[in-house]
């Protein structure tokens, strides 16, 4: 059973002038604990402000539900250890973390790999887009300074190898991932803070879980060395990745369940020196089935 958490609406009126200006997350969470605040209240509160806000919708006025203590943890997909055989390579796990589940891995792939998609997808880049909350529709946003493109699945012998090695990392099957999508950052663009599992507000995000479940994890691989900037942001958790060649981060946002993790918020910060390039692996609770013939179901969300 969820508990009900009271809090002031000066406290809610607080939080969203400080988002407003930029403050991070955990910066405010840490603001309220020294204020004598539950830490896990805290934290709660502070999510359901952030939540609320990447939907579109009103913000919680005096009160949030805290889930329930005793639901049992998620169990990590991901293989344990400081190696990870995957199909045909050895990944490397520099670091990991259980709760939420993350990990920063190492020769996901190689440098002509990484050339190789680079190649295959600038004549094919187009304006990255945002899907509307409301709408279900893809629309190109501000929020979003990137290009990018969708491979469909396997579509040949070169992605096919690709969407098998990264399918054995994430431990689920091949036909459960969405077709890889490349994008291509260049100085002075990034990516707002964001989720990557579908929420429930429109006609088409519900009809693609029903057809393929919620998304659950997400790799996100390195393209290209970066020399500053364009680092893969964690607001909530204080956590930030940076971007090296074959390199790679990887995260989990969903469980058994179907209950998702708002501590998987992400952003990219602004590249400064350089371009960014990174290929993204989403997969799904089941197989993944597209809407019409698209590769994935929208950009990014």
Known sequence: ????????????????????????PQALVGVMRQQGMDARAAQAIVEAFVDARQRRQPVPVDSIELPDNDAPAATARLAPGTRIHAADREIIVYSRADDPVFAALGNVLDADECRTLIEMARPRLKPSTLVDPVTGHDVVSDQRTSSGMFFQLAEDDFIARIDRRLSALMNLPVENGEGLQV???????????????LQPT???NRESIARSGQRVSTLVTYLNDVRDGGQTVFPTLGWAVSPLRGNAVYFEYCDDAGR???????????????EKWVVTKWMRQRRFVPAGNVGSEGMMR
């Open 1 to 24: 059973m969820a508990v009900l958490v009271r809090f002031a609406p000066e406290l809610g009126r607080w939080l969203t002038q400080n988002l407003d200006r930029g403050q991070l």
């Open 183 to 197: 994008l291509h950052y260049p100085v002075g663009a990034g990516s707002e803070p964001h989720f990557d599992y």
């Open 202 to 204: 429109n006609a088409a």
């Open 260 to 274: 998702v993790d708002p501590r998987s918020l992400h952003a990219g910060a602004p590249v400064t020196q350089d």
